[in-house]
């Protein structure tokens, strides 16, 4: 099992920055996918950002330029810098983290979620 806890939402102008946090904890393979999605009310979850133990990052179109997603792979840690934030970046961010495992092979896990709002 793996428990994923999110921190650093909150309520932000528009052209501001916010910074979300994320710590793994529990059974972690050497090898995962980390990163963040979002989901706002009457929209499909939607991948945001995602970066491998190895570094190699994605990116949605939409936040390209704007957001930079980082991990500490000792820590276990998955950080998402969101700059020049948009009214449409308003959503539940939730962080997760995607690994092999023996008995049940690829697994997700899922954090809480934390709400970002962007005031226009």
């Known amino acids: 099992q793996v428990q994923l806890v999110e921190s650093g939402g909150g309520l932000v102008q528009a052209g501001g920055s916010l910074r979300l946090s994320c710590v793994a904890s529990g059974i972690i393979t050497g090898l995962n996918d980390m990163g963040w999605y979002r989901q706002a009310p009457g929209i499909q979850r939607e991948l945001v950002a995602s970066?491998?133990?190895?570094?190699?990052?994605k990116y949605a179109d939409s936040v390209k330029g704007r957001f930079t997603i980082s991990r500490d792979n000792a820590k276990n840690t998955v950080d998402l810098q969101m700059n020049s934030l948009k009214s449409e970046d308003t959503a539940v961010y939730y962080c997760?983290?995607?690994?092999?495992?023996?008995?049940?092979?690829?697994?997700?896990?899922w954090g809480q979620g934390t709400q970002v709002t962007v005031s226009s």
């Open positions: 997760y983290l995607e690994q092999i495992e023996r008995r049940s092979g690829v697994r997700r896990y």
């Open positions: 970066i491998t133990t190895g570094g190699t990052t």
